[in-house]
């Protein structure tokens, strides 16, 4: 099986990808898509989490949403009702994506959900 890269029709590459990513050009921002990043990092890790994203490539997120220290809720909880204040702030939520279940489930889901594979870990 070949994962297909959706900017054309040839198998993926992940040399090409990685300078694709690089180039910051991915179409989200041109298009109006405001990327919000909800993780259940806590606040203490803000700095270490937005210099592993920038060094893998990733920048220009509208907000980088991590867990209050001491917060004692559910990870579904705690992102549900954060996506929840998204909504209500006027947002809408076009993609919700995650890796495991409790990044995804629990009102407001968004338009569409995607469950990535995460071969490291699994949230029970």
Known sequence: MHIIDRMSTKPYNATSFNEYVLEG??????????PV??????EDQRAITVANHRRQGYSGWEKLLLNPIGFKGTAIGFKSGERQKLQDGGYVIVG???DQWSDILGAPEGARTFKLPDPLYYIG
């Open 25 to 34: 050009s991915a179409p989200l921002i041109s298009l109006g898509i405001k």
């Open 37 to 42: 990043l909800l993780t259940g990092r806590t």
């Open 96 to 98: 919700n994506i995650g």
